[in-house]
């Protein structure tokens, strides 16, 4: 049973950046998709962006140019790194995975989820 653990959430004024963690344990398969997502207080959960176990990449459109997302394999962690953050990307970030190579953003294809992380961007 895979746990996934998000950290580096905070609070930055517009324009600022951010890095999110998320490290995996009890997952050692070689086929995997890791993402992030979010979910903003009465709106639905969106897909932010997701890398595989060959490191092909995925970014929504309301991140690309200002995300990146990146695995460290040795260490089971992936990193999300946000710049030019805009209030709304305020929401609470959660990572997800499952295993398979279909590059989806939809929440449904996960299956593990970590606790999530909040983002709080605001002068």
């Known amino acids: 049973q895979a746990q996934l653990v998000a950290s580096g959430g905070g609070s930055v004024e517009p324009g600022g950046s951010l890095t999110l963690s998320c490290e995996v344990s009890?997952?050692?398969?070689?086929?995997?998709?890791m993402a992030w997502f979010r979910q903003a207080p009465g709106k639905e959960r969106e897909g932010v962006a997701l890398?595989?176990?060959?490191?092909?990449?995925v970014y929504a459109k309301s991140v690309k140019g200002r995300a990146t997302i990146s695995q460290e394999i040795a260490n089971n962690t992936i990193h999300l790194d946000i710049t030019n953050l805009k209030p709304e990307d305020t929401a609470f970030y959660y990572c997800?995975?499952?295993?398979?190579?279909?590059?989806?953003?939809?929440?449904?294809?996960?299956?593990?989820w970590g606790q999530g992380t909040q983002v709080t961007v605001s002068s």
């Open positions: 890398i595989d176990d060959i490191d092909r990449v």
């Open positions: 997800a995975a499952y295993l398979g190579r279909t590059l989806s953003l939809l929440p449904s294809k996960y299956t593990y």
């Open positions: 009890g997952y050692s398969y070689t086929s995997y998709c």
